[in-house]
């Protein structure tokens, strides 16, 4: 299929759900490879005027980033780059500014004063002519992609936020903030950088109202705030933050003169509140959710008033406030059930939007929808072969731990077996610092589709659940972090669902980690261990990345090298007792392939035996985030090998 076909064709003018998710269940499994399929598209932004569509679109098993032309069948998408074509650069996200620009951020290796660095740029496409202009890369440092305000009157500007080498060694991490011109990719110096203050923040007429920076000699915060744009920024606050505290930053200012919102976790959760920039105090609590953390929020298109927020629950969703917005997410709604539509991207008039289509067991489909004509149009399916076909079930559960805590986790069923006594995978995910939820996850789905049942905790440190279970992570990582995992296969025999005899855990990143741990540390409770992109040496990763271990890892790092290897399970090969398969990309930039190459050298040398004790599969071309289809089929084809080897499903 050629990329005009595949991906311009508007197929139906209507399509109906009822139909395909009434669609019986076939007898025999999808082989798991199905699974592995690149999503068609995937986080689509629609150009103002609605014509046009910014995605990362599949075909021939290469993912692209690329424009779409919406309303003329016959243009083949523009594309940008090829994911998995590009050395050492990635693209990690782009923008419309106007209909004829768009701004991609992409992340790439530099050299600074004799090392290696991971850096972040700014280039504009010309979506008529493909044309590439790089954004202030003159002098840049850094972080160099920080986008603070675009315009919306139709000239394509943006204001950047970037480090600069112009200014000396002392003042490196200082920000400025700078007014670039996208078409020609001029730029002049609108705020230039001030002692210690390393970002800025503007109001919705793209006005620099303020800054903030820490200063890690006096252990203070400090802020900076005008007005008006005709002040100069004065210092407003400055105070010793409390431990893991995080200052008030603004989220977007509104019209009302010396207020904004912010989203703080004062009452243990993230919530929306009014914030008083004279004081820098919060105010009116506007928006909050029981029991889990705001995201973010949607802006209106003035900048100035907030059409909705940003949460996940059981699973992702926008809470609307704005009244029209309401509106259109009811017609949807209405249309094809309650909780299965989710607004993407919009149109500047809001009278074309993209919608995707599908509930947590469905791959799910993107739409063209007309609010106006309340009509949608198939754009595509993300898996071909399911189309919207309900696969294996897909449950958010809680189950206790064994100092009582209570552990939100989702679970998938395999849609062919009955839901007793089958075989365990627990596959915790990356971060920590982040969080499952309900939604089509094509690991859980591949591994469900063969009998296995799957649960994915959200163990103590993920995000999401409010700060208190966050912090839990401080100097918990392999322990009791460690156990909130072992306890769900006592919360599966409990519910005569699982076998406690017959379980595996796999994992990717900080996953991958918990893998390790668990071959390393607990051997009698798993029957084989799959660690992909892991660390199982902390130290060397600490040195790799001093940020590696997040927010509520300080206390941690800073318990010293000892500690570290205490629970890095590098430093401990002969205590390996489930037979583990390693994988990693060679060319991961997130975590050194090195942390898996000589945890395989240690295991050697302690005498485990190679495709018994151990299996290491290198993928040459595979990054962190595992861009390429075959990468992807490897990935599922040596984990279900794996598991069929050491815990069969039969």
Not at 28 to 38: G, I, R
Not at 388 to 409: F, H, I, K, S, W
Request: charged share 25%.
């Amino acid at each position: 299929m050629g990329l005009r076909s595949a991906f311009i064709l508007l197929l139906f003018s209507a399509f109906s759900l009822c139909a395909s998710a009434g669609q019986t269940a076939e007898k025999n499994p999808v082989p798991a490879t199905a699974f592995a399929k690149l999503p068609f598209m995937a986080t689509p932004r629609l150009s103002p005027n609605g014509k046009y569509v910014a995605a990362r679109l599949s075909v021939n098993r290469i993912q692209y980033t690329a424009i779409m032309t919406l309303n003329d069948p016959s243009a083949a998408p523009q594309i940008i780059a090829a994911s998995d074509k590009e050395d050492d650069r990635e693209i990690i996200g782009y923008r419309w500014v106007g209909d004829d620009w768009l701004v991609v951020s992409i992340f790439l290796k530099d050299e600074f004063v004799g090392q290696e660095a991971q850096i972040t740029r700014l280039i504009a496409i010309e979506r008529a002519t493909g044309k590439v202009v790089p954004l202030a890369w003159d002098n840049a440092l850094g972080s160099a992609a920080d986008i603070l305000w675009t315009s919306r009157d139709g000239k394509p500007r943006l204001l950047l936020e970037r480090q600069s080498r112009a200014y000396g060694v002392e003042q490196l991490n200082w920000a400025e903030v700078v007014d670039v011109d996208v078409t020609t990719g001029r730029f002049k110096v609108i705020q230039p950088p001030r002692p210690n203050i390393t970002s800025y923040f503007t109001d919705g007429d793209g006005v620099v109202r303020g800054g903030s920076g820490y200063d890690r000699e006096k252990g203070r915060v400090t802020y900076l705030y005008r007005s008006t744009a005709g002040q100069p920024l004065k210092s407003l606050a400055e105070y010793k933050l409390e431990d893991d505290d995080t200052p008030p930053t603004p989220v977007m200012f509104t019209r009302e003169p010396d207020k904004a919102l912010v989203l703080d976790d004062k009452s243990g959760f993230v919530a929306l509140y009014e914030l008083d920039l004279t004081t820098m105090k919060t105010g009116k609590l506007l928006f909050d959710r029981t029991g889990y953390d705001i995201e973010s929020i949607v802006r209106s298109e003035d900048q100035f008033g907030l059409d909705g927020v940003s949460v996940v629950e059981k699973g992702p969703r926008i809470i609307w406030i704005n009244p029209e917005m309401k509106a259109i997410q009811k017609q949807l709604d209405d249309k094809v059930g309650a909780g299965l539509a989710h607004i993407a991207s919009w149109s500047k008039d809001r009278t074309k939007m993209v919608v995707n289509v599908g509930g947590p067991s469905q791959a799910g489909a993107y739409f063209l929808y007309d609010t106006k004509s309340n009509t949608l149009q198939l754009i595509g399916h993300e898996n071909e072969a399911f189309k919207l076909e309900p696969m294996n079930a897909v449950q958010t559960v809680r189950y206790p731990t064994r100092d009582g805590l209570q552990v939100p986790a989702v679970l998938t069923l395999p849609r062919h077996r009955e839901a007793k006594n089958l075989p365990i995978v627990v596959m915790p995910h990356g971060g920590p610092s982040a969080r499952d939820a309900e939604g089509f996850d094509w690991w859980a789905q591949a591994i469900a589709e063969q009998g296995y049942v799957v649960i994915q905790p959200n163990y103590r440190g993920s995000t999401g659940y409010g700060t208190k279970w966050e912090k839990m992570s401080e100097n918990q990582w392999g322990l009791t972090m460690q156990d909130d995992l072992n306890d769900a296969l006592t919360y599966l025999t409990e519910q005569g669902v699982g076998d406690p005899k017959r379980a595996c855990i796999v994992g990717w990143s900080y996953g991958g980690y918990a893998a390790f741990r668990g071959a390393q540390r607990d051997g009698k409770i798993w029957r084989c261990a799959i660690a992909g992109a892991g660390v199982p040496d902390m130290p060397a990763m600490k040195r790799y990345d001093r940020n590696y271990l997040g927010k509520y890892g300080t206390k941690f790092i800073g318990s010293g090298a000892d500690d570290l290897k205490s629970t890095s399970p590098q430093y401990f090969p002969q205590d390996f007792s489930t037979p583990i398969l390693i994988v990693h990309g060679a060319k991961d930039q997130r975590v050194p392939v090195s942390q898996s190459r000589n945890m395989v050298k240690a295991l050697r040398t302690a005498g485990k035996v190679e495709n018994t004790d151990f299996r290491y599969v290198e993928q040459k071309e595979n990054t962190h985030n595992m861009l390429r289809e075959e990468d992807r089929e490897q990935w599922i084809t040596e984990v279900m090998a794996w598991l069929a080897r050491w815990n069969p499903a039969g």
